[in-house]
Structures are given as structure tokens and as C-alpha cells.
């Protein structure tokens, strides 16, 4: 099939790239810039050299020709391209957030009017895959989310209150340079940032929701001088207690036959690079606190956008993500 990537010229994008170089089914055509249009893509990321001859091009919504595209774009820029790429008969995986929440959620959360709301599917795939198996348009989470939501799923049901505490990588921010990710402000340093306010406990609460979980959701994240990964510690709070031998058994039981959820001690550099999500918990009782890691750029972005082409394409799930963690 041919592939499609509307707006490859951020990390995002590239890892869209690198990993779909190694799809078997796929082919990528078209790598969309604004600002770059007819330089080679290599040129902004040079790690893919000798591997893509392809340049960056600007076509509108209506002329471009794939069979599937990935909206690796900022919010309120994917509305202009769902419906029109939809119409031209391609599957789309919208990476960005504008179709992750009910249209007054979006419009409270990110304070601009939505423009061509429709409801899509999640695509959270060890959660929701079901519900998507045929769809022609996803859209991908949050990175934040996926972590969260992967941690706490297994006793979703069973909480009254979930606290996610997580720690990001710089990446997280995008390539565009900032007072916040400058070097001096974030190495040696830990920065906690929006410790109550992140627009991504919209879609925290949403999903633990969506698991039948009528627990208070809070969460803060934390900038670290990394440059890809979530670690996220979840304390989850029980309405009963439970002992580590049910904690265990309730998360084998759920990630059972789930290829890409790990049980085992999280290490960053582990998943880095890769669409695994490693994963485990302990219990005290009444409080179960969850760790898990994630790369934001794969499982929190492209590697799960490409998890979601599988399904809605009829792939096998692991196409193109078998690679192995960039460990130590």
C-alpha cells in the first residue's frame, strides 16, 4: 500500500518514516512540508539516508494519492484533512488530538472552536481494537494517556482514585525550540510542568470512563533530560484491598496474548525505539502503585499510529514493529 505522511518533517514524522521503511506492505510516497517542499526528506533527518529517495512536497488535501495517511500534525490542523482524505477513498490515523474527545471537551480543553467535529474511534488498540477492526479513520492518543492508561487498566474497575505521576522526555515537546526544552534548563534538572492543568487528563479520564471506573483521575508531569520516553507511576487507590498474588494474576490475566504490553521491571531505555509498553505493579493493600514505560515518539506516537494501520488494514499487528529496544 502506499503511504502517505502529512506534516514528516518532526520527529513524529520521521519516526513514521523510519519505521514504516521497515513495513513489508507499505511504501512511503508522499512526505508533506510546508516550509520544506522540494528538499529531500533526508535532508531534515539524516539518519534515514541510503534508506529513503524521497523529498518533501506541499500538495493540497484533494491531490494527494495514497491508500493510507498519518496526520502527523499540530491540533486544529488535522480538521482541514480527515474529511477530504476520507472522501478520496484513503484509511487516515490522525496522530494529532483534535478527534480524541467529545467536541465540548476539545473546545473547553484547547480553547479554539472545532471545526468539522465527528466522533472516531480511540485508539488505544489493547483497550478498543474491537471497535475499529473496519474503520477507516482512527485517532491515535496522547502519549501521556497511553502510558496511563495501559498502567492502571487491569484495576480500572476496582478504584476510587488514580494519581499518574509521569516523567517525560524533551522530544515530548516537539523540534521546535523553547525557553523550556533549552539545554541548560533541562539538563541535571527536573522540571514539573501544568501540575494540575495538562490537556491530556481529559483523555486520562475519558478512558479510565471508557473501563467502567468511576475513580477521580489526577495527574502532573515532569520534564527530564531525556531525549525519548514515559515513565509513569500510577497510584492507584482500592475501594478493597488486594494482595500482590491477585495484582499479579488481575495483569497477566488482562495483557494475555497483548504482544506489545510487557510485564516486567520499566526501563526507558528498554522501550526506546520501539511500540512496547513494559509494565509492572505492586501492591500495599489498599494502594497499588503501577509503573510503566513507554517511548513517547513509538508506543505514545508513530509506533501505535502504525499499530492502528495494521487493524484497520487486516495486518498482522506487529508488522514493521518487532525491532528491539535501543538498550543501554
Known amino acids: 500500500m502506499d503511504v502517505a505522511i502529512v506534516g514528516a518533517s518532526g520527529y513524529t514524522g520521521g519516526d513514521l518514516i523510519r519505521l514504516l521503511l521497515a513495513h513489508p506492505h507499505v511504501r512511503v510516497v508522499c512526505a508533506t512540508s510546508r516550509k520544506l517542499a522540494g528538499k529531500p526528506v533526508v535532508s531534515v533527518h539524516p539518519h534515514l539516508k541510503g534508506l529513503i529517495d524521497l523529498s518533501f512536497s506541499n500538495p493540497s488535501p484533494d491531490e494527494m494519492d495514497a491508500d493510507v495517511a498519518f496526520l502527523a500534525v499540530p491540533h486544529t490542523a488535522a480538521m482541514a484533512y480527515v474529511r477530504p482524505l476520507l472522501a478520496r477513498g484513503m484509511k487516515v490515523i490522525d496522530l494529532s488530538a483534535d478527534y480524541r474527545l467529545p467536541r465540548e471537551v476539545y473546545e473547553k480543553v484547547y480553547g479554539v472552536t472545532h471545526t468539522d467535529y465527528f466522533p472516531a474511534p480511540y485508539g488505544i488498540p489493547e483497550i478498543h481494537r474491537d471497535s475499529y477492526k473496519n474503520a477507516d479513520f482512527v485517532s491515535n492518543p496522547g502519549?501521556?494517556?497511553?502510558?496511563?492508561?495501559?498502567?492502571?487498566?487491569?484495576?480500572?474497575?476496582?478504584?476510587?482514585?488514580?494519581?499518574?505521576?509521569?516523567?517525560?522526555?524533551?522530544?515530548?515537546?516537539?523540534?521546535?525550540?523553547?525557553?523550556?526544552?533549552?539545554?541548560?534548563?533541562?539538563?541535571?534538572?527536573?522540571?514539573?510542568?501544568?501540575?494540575?492543568?495538562?490537556?491530556?487528563?481529559?483523555?486520562?479520564?475519558?478512558?479510565?470512563?471508557?473501563?467502567?471506573?468511576?475513580?477521580?483521575?489526577y495527574f502532573t508531569p515532569h520534564l527530564v533530560p531525556v531525549n525519548?520516553?514515559?515513565?509513569?507511576?500510577?497510584?492507584?487507590?482500592?475501594?478493597?484491598?488486594?494482595?500482590?498474588?491477585?495484582?499479579?494474576?488481575?495483569?497477566?490475566?488482562?495483557?494475555?496474548?497483548?504482544?506489545?504490553?510487557?510485564?516486567?521491571?520499566?526501563?526507558l531505555a528498554a522501550v526506546r525505539g520501539t511500540n512496547f509498553c513494559d509494565i509492572r505493579a505492586e501492591s500495599e493493600g489498599e494502594r497499588v502503585v503501577v509503573v510503566s514505560a513507554i517511548d513517547n515518539l513509538g508506543k505514545g506516537a508513530s509506533g501505535q499510529a502504525i499499530q492502528n494501520m495494521n487493524i484497520i488494514c487486516g495486518f498482522d499487528e506487529r508488522e514493521g514493529l518487532t525491532g528491539a529496544g535501543l538498550l543501554p
Open 143 to 217: 502519549c501521556f494517556p497511553t502510558g496511563a492508561t495501559l498502567a492502571a487498566a487491569p484495576l480500572a474497575r476496582l478504584a476510587h482514585t488514580v494519581i499518574y505521576d509521569s516523567k517525560t522526555g524533551v522530544s515530548g515537546a516537539g523540534d521546535n525550540p523553547s525557553a523550556t526544552t533549552h539545554y541548560p534548563n533541562v539538563a541535571d534538572n527536573i522540571n514539573p510542568y501544568k501540575w494540575t492543568s495538562h490537556r491530556h487528563l481529559a483523555e486520562m479520564r475519558q478512558e479510565l470512563a471508557a473501563l467502567g471506573s468511576r475513580a477521580r483521575c
Open 228 to 267: 525519548r520516553g514515559i515513565l509513569t507511576t500510577a497510584h492507584i487507590l482500592l475501594h478493597e484491598p488486594l494482595d500482590q498474588a491477585d495484582v499479579d494474576e488481575l495483569y497477566r490475566k488482562y495483557y494475555d496474548g497483548e504482544f506489545f504490553v510487557r510485564l516486567q521491571n520499566p526501563v
